[in-house]
């Protein structure tokens, strides 16, 4: 990989736990092996990599000084914990144990814990397929571990929250998060990415896996709040046993560069995964999701809906792919993407696919792309609503259905303000196209 983050990377590695050292050592020679995707890898076709610059560093503990204006408050529940450029923060969290839920940091893991880490680690994806969750795991030093008891349904919500351009000088940051639902447990994980209005250029690595065992409900958002300058390649990888059950909502809003690669692995019948996402470029941004659904098993389903709005001369990509293995009998998957372009310079590449081998399934797939309707926006303007005020009623309803879905209020209304505020504005970024 050439000299990429070579020095920080070593660096990093003085500050690895001993018993982390040999997933540490892993990741970096699967790192070392990849090839940097060009525009002719197929996964790579309509993204770049040049946002991507030669000196970012990682920022040690005694570095993170960071203080907010105001207090930091979870979008729901009691437990928040808190990485600032990738360092944990206490003094900024509020972390809640209660019987039932362990949360706990990689760094502060008990004999039991590593164990479970050592397991489940990278074993929901592979490192040499994604090169980017194998630099995360080259850089790891910290993460979070959240194991649910057999069987607890109570309603906790764990929060974590990564904020990055902290510091003057471009940082690097590494985010890790597993999730372990044991059998007949429930789950709500809330994960926000947000960047300081201001602060440096960023590059996150955030890599998250999700293990739902049999009869256990996760329910999971994952929202990337970055603006500006902020680089972020990241994935979420899932592992569904048997009538276990995954609700997911993702929000991207733009930024310099986002690309997020989301995997589902459904491992035995009857489990099911529902998956929402809404993506929000303008400027001269650019997201990229690629979405994965592996039915290697019969009696099993997925819902999938994306919608994104593209303005200005902003660029998206979507990537949806529904595999359904020869043994995958009775599956029932659906997908769907949106677009809706609020500029004539704005770009959005969509693919979606179905690759099926089975001959018993109800499949559908399809993806549209759209601009403002020209005769509704004409009905607003002629009973005196202004042209943004007017654009800005369409395209929220465009998106709206998938908000309101949310079962949480509190990351409803969230998200309505931060929308509201941030996308349907002056654009952030100049557009001299």
């Not at 509020?94 to 397991?119: K, L, P, T």
């Not at 955030?206 to 902020?230: I, M, P, Q, S, W």
């Not at 005020?389 to 079962?407: K, P, R, T, Y």
């Amino acid at each position: 990989m050439g000299s990429f983050l070579q020095q920080p990377i070593a660096d990093v590695a003085q500050r690895v736990p001993p018993w982390m050292q040999s997933l540490q050592a892993a990741g970096l020679a699967h790192w070392q092996q990849s090839s940097w995707p060009t525009r002719r890898t197929e996964a790579w076709k309509y993204t770049s990599l040049k946002p991507l610059r030669d000196d970012y560093t990682f920022i040690t503990p005694d570095q993170s000084t960071y203080q907010p204006e105001a207090p930091l408050k979870p979008l729901s529940g009691d437990c928040q914990l808190v990485f600032v450029d990738g360092v944990y923060r206490a003094d900024l969290s509020s972390a809640v144990s209660q019987d039932g839920v362990a949360v706990c940091r990689f760094d502060e893991a008990n004999a039991e814990q590593q164990e479970v880490i050592r397991q489940r680690l990278n074993s929901s994806l592979s490192q040499e397929q994604h090169m980017f969750a194998a630099l995360n795991t080259a850089t790891l030093h910290d993460g979070v571990l959240l194991e649910i008891d057999a069987n607890y349904s109570g309603d906790a919500v764990v929060e974590v929250l990564s904020i990055s351009g902290a510091h003057d000088s471009p940082v690097a940051s590494n985010q890790r998060l597993l999730v372990v639902a044991n059998p007949g447990s429930t789950a709500t994980v809330v994960e926000r990415f947000v960047s300081l209005d201001g602060g440096c250029a960023s590059f996150s690595t955030g890599v998250t896996e999700l293990f739902v065992g049999a009869n256990a409900c996760v329910k999971h958002y994952r929202l990337h709040e970055e603006r500006d300058a902020a680089v972020h390649i990241g994935g979420v990888y899932t592992r569904l046993d048997r009538d276990a059950r995954l609700q997911s909502f993702h929000l991207a809003l733009g930024s310099e560069l986002k690309r997020l690669d989301l995997l589902v692995h459904h491992d035995a019948p009857g489990a099911h995964a529902g998956i929402n996402g809404v993506y929000l470029p303008r400027g001269r941004e650019l997201i990229d999701y690629h979405t994965t659904i592996e039915h290697a098993v019969p009696h099993c389903t997925t819902d999938e809906v994306f919608r994104g709005i593209i303005g200005d001369s902003a660029t998206a990509v979507f990537n949806g792919r529904i595999h359904i293995h020869q043994d995958a009998q009775k599956t029932l998957a659906e997908l769907s993407n949106r677009n809706l372009l609020t500029s004539a310079r704005a770009q959005i590449n969509t693919k979606p696919e179905l690759e099926i081998y089975a001959d018993d399934v109800r499949c559908a797939h399809g993806a549209t792309v759209a601009q403002l309707d020209k005769a509704a926006l004409h009905y607003l303007r002629a009973r005196g609503v202004e042209k943004h005020d007017a654009e800005m009623m369409l395209s929220f309803g465009f998106i709206n259905e998938l908000i309101d879905a949310i079962e949480i209020d509190a990351i409803g209304t969230h998200l309505r303000d931060l929308v509201a505020t941030s996308y349907f504005k002056p654009s952030r970024q100049g557009d001299a196209g």
